[in-house]
């Protein structure tokens, strides 16, 4: 049983190297980033949605909590997430403005990625205890499922006023956050395995509304339809490579 701990605290950190797969970037100019930062934020937005419609929402219907209260959960998250932006934008009012501040929508994702690290990190300890083998299955679905998701939070982080070493470390600081779900789930067991159930609808509809609300009317500031075009292909393989994952999980 020990090595069960051993082996799941090692996943999680490695879930957590994940977020520094915007790295590559780092040899990319930064008039070359920025020109093709939508289309990074177009896989970001099929990645959230793909994640929220194809995995998130009909396990949580097959869950114990049931269609209708999943339902419930996932509007409470859109609402929740539309409040917590409201806040973020009252504040970032109050400050004093200047070139370098920071949109809230690269607050808000820091905060939802970490919520949802924090879920997988629950998820982790739970395959764990059940055996290895599914543990390390249930880890490797996580990293290929966090690679486009990680990659487009980057894009987003970027495009939010964050210079590329600081994103990479708030990224990675978030992804932290599936350790601290991981010592909780241990600590407190069953307790936390039941109230993750509750968090993961309410995860779903954060990613709702931050592709919704805040991503896709970033991309109706480009007007060109060759771009348009490619902003629409990028979208829809965020959402097809979350689709091909149920093939391997």
């Known amino acids: 049983m020990v090595m069960n701990y051993v082996y799941a605290f090692i996943s999680v950190f490695i879930v957590s190297l994940v977020s520094f797969i915007g790295v590559f970037s780092l040899t990319l100019k930064e008039g070359v980033l920025n020109k093709y930062i939508n289309f990074f934020i177009s896989l970001a937005i099929g990645a959230l949605l793909g994640d929220a419609f194809i995995h998130i929402i009909p396990e949580t219907f097959k869950s114990n909590l ?16 539309f409040i917590l932006e409201k806040f973020i934008h009252w504040h970032h009012h109050g400050e004093e403005k200047d070139i370098n501040s920071i949109h809230p929508v690269g607050k808000l994702v820091l905060f939802t990625d970490g919520f949802h690290n924090f879920i997988d990190g629950a998820i982790i300890g739970a395959s764990f205890l059940i055996s290895i083998p599914v543990g390390i299955a249930s880890t490797i679905a996580i990293v290929l499922h966090e690679i486009p998701q990680e990659i487009g ?37 069953s307790m936390v395995q039941n109230s993750v159930l509750f968090f993961i609808p309410i995860a779903a509809g954060g990613f709702i509304y931050i592709a919704l609300a805040d991503l896709i009317p970033e991309l109706h500031k480009t007007k060109e339809i060759k771009y348009s075009l490619i902003q629409i292909g990028i979208i829809m393989l965020g959402v097809l490579a979350m689709a091909a994952l149920t093939l391997i999980e």
């Open 153 to 189: 939070d980057f894009a987003v982080l970027i495009h939010s006023g964050y210079t590329v070493k600081r994103a990479l470390w708030l990224n990675f600081i978030s992804a932290l956050a599936s350790v601290l779900g991981l010592l909780i789930f241990y600590i407190f067991g």
């Open 66 to 81: 049931g269609s209708n209260l999943s339902g419930i959960l996932i509007i409470f998250g859109v609402l929740l997430f």
